[in-house]
């Protein structure tokens, strides 16, 4: 990793492992231009890439052609109204209502480190591990300055990005966009890979052609979503899992989004990736500023998988902070699809009780323990215990399961309130909603305005009150609904604007007094399944809830779009009962307990209703989660085959970092009459050293395993799965 300036061309060049960016500063004005990004390459004097030599010259020397020069300079960060005509980074009203904004170069730093952007979750670095360059633009007219952060880190292909907007002038600026990642790039033929999906399917990849004009993904919903996530990745055409280049955009935060592709008349691409400027306004004080929040940038020339690979390693090392980041998570058991609403404690303990005897280690009690919540009807807000069905009160059920040798986990909606809860009835100012228009329910239910202060402080006395009360080791925060009718009684109407960013950034001080309050506490975030699935979160909590659809078919491809950027110790995957709630379908317990492996291994069945021979697999599966989770927890991922491509199998392995060992998952989803075997390879492993596959006799080399592969029988049986555990062997 390095970061320096080329003096005598104006360049700044940005070092990781393998990769580069380039960023120049062009004529006298001081335009901050996109140079180059890519494999790493030694020179710095490429400004001829910003085309300022070709026509329509830079306006020092033709200023009667301005106009087209600002519609065709590779702007690092594009104004608004001023000549560009694509895709503007920022947008702003000044006090004369005027819109026009345009940043110009006026220093810089370079510096050891990362800095964190105040208030937000961001990825971290220290002095060893990371460096940071600081570009200082400026618009005199307006008396704005924008400051645009660029860090790479010393162990994995990122560069991490954020700008702030400072307001110098006397006067109030309104910031109405701001996008903390833009990019100019040439059209090298590259297709747009997207995760798109909805409730019970969440991020299912889907590629798109890039034409002219704008394609783009986004929420407006007041989270990240189910339905579009906050990434995009640019794949030449013909990359694979394993070749080819690959440009990923990720952007750190759990609100609104807009990631963009814009494809200019001169075939140029901008890529745009922030907060979605859709009901966005910041009001800016004299003196105040405004930290977007950040955005990653990896590039691979290993293909999606290269991609994916330092996504994982950021991730682990640079933005899960939890202390459960590289420790062993207990397996738990959910009551949720045991029982839904319906249980008491006596139902609840016998459950915990054949699950401790199975080897289960932390039983959670989801929704339904509060208040008179027996349906989804009524009584968000009131987080105090029923004792109509938790007799004895919290901390006595929390005693009995402590009593069995498992931990006590407990489900939280806090941000939410039902129209019937006495918090409601006491405030109902406190819940968003427009004046004079019946507020739009969903699930029965409002959300909180959490930019109201002394709503936030409820809600987190709320939760800390029941954690203080009993041993309660884990916690599963959920939300099951998004934003509408977007009003703040606590705003006043200049500030409407800014509640959707203010939601989240209240959201986000609530997490960060948790984790800092409960160290301990095991963190899962959750909404309606994985609608919160988002770089933001992780930051707070090590594990994140992947979808309500816990069948082990259209889990692979849930998992498969999930793992694309996460690790696989953060994605949330319990075996649960069949027929399968959600879809119906039947599939074998062993192949749901190897799906769930690839992710936070746990149940979410009523163990008490199991068949014997079902439970028995139980302690097998503990046993393995045991034997793996270290290597699933460190380890490199792979994908082998897709069943989403395929529509047949499903393939993908996680490779120890020292080459010592891999663990291959294999799921022959459908029974194919009259088939061979099927050959499968298996990268990742030392092409030079010796393995053995656990249970065979033979040895293979690592080189073998990469390009000549394994067969694995095609036998009779739909959603057949098996585990294949390569060792290093000892000749
Ligand atoms: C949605 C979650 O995803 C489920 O796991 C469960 O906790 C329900 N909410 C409870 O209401």
């Known amino acids: 990793m390095n970061i320096q300036y080329d003096k005598e061309h104006r360049i700044f060049q940005l070092d990781t492992?393998?990769?580069?960016?380039?960023?120049?500063?062009?004529?006298?004005?001081?335009?901050?231009?996109h140079v180059y990004y890519g494999p790493k390459i030694a020179d710095t004097d490429l400004a001829y890439l910003m085309?300022?030599?070709?026509?329509?010259?830079?306006?020092?020397?033709?200023?009667?052609?301005?106009g087209s020069f600002l519609d065709s300079f590779p702007f690092e960060f594009p104004g608004n109204n001023v000549g560009d005509y694509r895709e503007s980074a920022v947008e702003v009203k000044d006090c004369r209502g005027n819109s026009a904004v345009l940043f110009t170069y006026r220093s810089h730093k370079i510096f050891r480190?990362?800095?964190?952007?105040?208030?937000?979750?961001?990825?971290?670095?220290?002095e060893e591990n990371s460096m940071t360059l600081l570009i200082e633009l400026a618009d005199e007219v307006l008396g704005l300055k924008a400051e645009l952060y660029y860090s790479v880190f010393a162990d994995c292909d990122a560069i991490a990005r954020s700008v702030r907007i400072c307001n110098c002038s006397q006067e109030e600026i309104a910031l109405e966009k701001i996008m903390s990642v833009s990019l100019d790039m040439d059209d090298d033929d590259y297709r747009m890979l997207v995760l798109h999906g909805s409730w019970a399917r969440e991020r299912q990849m889907e590629y798109r052609g890039i034409g002219h004009g704008k394609q783009s993904v986004g929420s407006v919903r007041g989270e990240?979503?189910?339905?579009?996530?906050?990434?995009f990745a640019l794949a030449a055409n013909g990359a694979t899992q394993e070749q080819g280049e690959v440009y990923g955009f990720h952007f750190i935060y759990s609100g609104n989004f807009l990631g963009q592709v814009e494809k200019s008349q001169y075939d140029s691409l901008r890529v745009s990736l922030g907060i979605h400027p859709a009901n966005f306004s910041w009001i800016l004080a004299p003196g105040g500023?405004?930290?977007?929040?950040?955005?990653?940038?990896?590039?691979?020339?290993?293909?999606?998988?290269?991609?994916?690979?330092?996504?994982?390693?950021?991730y682990r090392n640079h933005l899960i902070r939890s202390s459960y980041r590289m420790?062993?998570?207990?397996?738990?058991?959910?009551?949720?699809?045991?029982?839904?609403?319906?249980?008491?404690?006596?139902?609840?303990?016998?459950?915990a009780k054949e699950a401790a005897a199975l080897g289960i280690e932390l039983f959670v009690m989801d929704d339904g323990w509060f208040g008179r919540r027996n349906d989804d009807s009524s009584s968000l807000g009131d987080w105090t215990v029923n004792e109509e069905k938790i007799r004895g009160g919290l901390p006595h059920l929390v005693e009995e399961v402590n009593r069995l040798g498992m931990e006590f986990g407990i489900w939280f909606e806090p941000e939410m309130v039902s129209p019937d809860s006495d918090l409601y009835r006491q405030h109902p100012d406190w819940a968003i909603a427009l004046p004079g228009r019946r507020p739009c329910r969903s699930r029965n239910q409002y959300v909180l305005d959490l930019s109201r202060p002394e709503a936030a402080d409820h809600v987190y006395e709320s939760v800390a009150r029941i954690l203080k009360s009993a041993n309660i080791t884990y916690l599963k925060w959920d939300m099951n609904r998004q934003l509408t009718d977007l009003g703040s009684a606590f705003l006043d109407g200049k500030h409407q604007g800014e509640l959707m960013h203010r939601y989240v950034l209240a959201?986000?001080?609530?997490?960060?007094?948790?984790?800092?309050?409960f160290p301990d506490l095991l963190l899962e975030n959750c909404s309606g399944g994985g609608a919160r699935f988002d770089p933001g979160m992780l930051y707070y909590s090590p594990q994140i809830w992947c979808s309500d659809d816990t069948d082990a078919v259209e889990r692979l491809t849930i998992q498969e779009g999930t793992a694309l950027l996460y690790p696989l110790s953060s994605i949330g995957a319990h075996v649960s009962a069949c027929p399968n709630h959600t879809v119906g379908r039947v599939t074998p317990f062993a192949s749901?307990?190897?799906?769930?492996?690839?992710?936070?291994?746990?149940?979410?069945?009523?163990?008490?209703?199991?068949?014997?021979?079902?439970?028995?697999?139980?302690?097998?599966?503990?046993?393995l989660y045991h034997q793996y989770q270290g290597l699933i927890q460190s380890g490199d991922y792979y994908r082998i085959a897709s069943y989403r491509e395929n529509h047949s199998f499903d393939c993908y392995e996680v490779a120890a970092k020292d080459g010592s060992e891999a663990l291959v998952t294999y799921v022959q989803v459908l029974a194919e009459p009259n088939r061979r075997s099927r050959r499968i390879k298996i990268p990742g492993l030392d092409p030079k050293k010796r393995y053995r596959i656990e249970g065979q006799e033979r040895s293979y080399s690592g080189s073998a395993l990469a390009h000549a592969g394994i067969l694995i029988a095609n036998r009779p049986g739909d959603f057949r799965s098996e585990l294949i555990h390569i060792i290093e062997a000892d000749d």
């Open 17 to 33: 492992g393998n990769s580069c960016y380039l960023i120049g500063i062009a004529d006298e004005e001081g335009f901050l231009g």
């Open 51 to 66: 085309r300022t030599e070709e026509h329509p010259f830079l306006p020092s020397g033709n200023d009667r052609e301005r």
């Open 113 to 126: 480190g990362k800095p964190m952007p105040e208030g937000l979750p961001a990825t971290f670095g220290d």
């Open 224 to 231: 990240s979503s189910h339905q579009e996530h906050p990434f």
């Open 289 to 314: 500023s405004f930290h977007a929040p950040e955005a990653v940038m990896v590039y691979s020339d290993r293909g999606l998988g290269g991609m994916t690979r330092t996504f994982h390693d950021l």
């Open 327 to 351: 420790k062993k998570r207990p397996v738990l058991i959910n009551n949720w699809e045991a029982t839904y609403f319906d249980f008491d404690d006596e139902k609840l303990l016998s459950i």
């Open 507 to 517: 959201l986000y001080r609530l997490q960060e007094r948790l984790v800092r309050e």
């Open 592 to 623: 749901r307990g190897h799906v769930a492996l690839a992710g936070t291994f746990g149940y979410e069945l009523d163990v008490t209703a199991l068949s014997g021979e079902e439970k028995a697999q139980i302690p097998e599966q503990i046993a």
